[in-house]
């Protein structure tokens, strides 16, 4: 099976963008238009409350998606090993990170949830020179149901009995 979760990342990049314009042109219109002066006498409050408004709209979508991990995870294992791909989805740490583990070796895996169930994390485990050894978790967060699903039954398919 193979597939990637492109259409929710596109989603999510978009999404901080358009934020982000928002955010900027409603603080630049009560800077350089008369805007302002309307607002206050419309509804009595000042610009500067507008202005963090606006822009804590902004940073708590974007802190929300940087607590989540949200990344792009590509998943493949129609050869021999097992391929999962992926990079997180914020300015910070784009590191591209892959990893592949032949079925052989592959003996399990497990699902961590932090913050709340904010951050979901995927663990694999492998067989390496007569050892378990855990892989960095990987943010699985931004997957849909289907996708996680998915992903887990695949899994499932090649953890030893």
């Known amino acids: 099976m193979k597939f990637d979760n492109e ?3 596109i989603k999510i990049q978009m999404q ?3 934020m982000a314009v928002i ?3 409603l603080v630049a219109l009560l800077f350089f238009t008369g805007f302002d002066s309307f607002l206050v006498g419309l509804i009595g ?5 507008f202005i963090i408004l606006f822009m804590s709209f902004f940073v708590v979508f974007y802190t929300y998606h940087l607590l989540a991990a ?3 995870i590509s998943y493949n294992d129609e050869e021999n090993k097992i391929v999962l ?3 997180q989805l914020n300015l910070f740490k784009s590191d591209k990170i892959s ?3 032949p079925k052989r070796d592959f003996t399990g895996f497990k699902i961590n949830y932090k913050l709340k169930k904010l ?3 995927l663990v694999l485990f492998r067989r390496y020179q007569g050892n378990i050894v855990k892989y960095p978790p990987i943010p699985i967060s931004a997957l849909t149901k289907s996708e996680r699903s998915k992903l887990i039954k695949s899994l499932d398919k090649f953890v030893p009995r």
Do not use: L
Not at 45 to 49: F, L, S
């Open 99 to 101: 990893y592949e583990i």
């Open 85 to 87: 791909r992926f990079y």
């Open 16 to 18: 901080k963008r358009i």
């Open 119 to 121: 951050r979901e994390e």
């Open 45 to 49: 409050i000042p610009r500067w409350v």
């Open 70 to 72: 949200s990344a792009f």
């Open 23 to 25: 955010s900027a042109v």
């Open 7 to 9: 259409q929710t990342t």
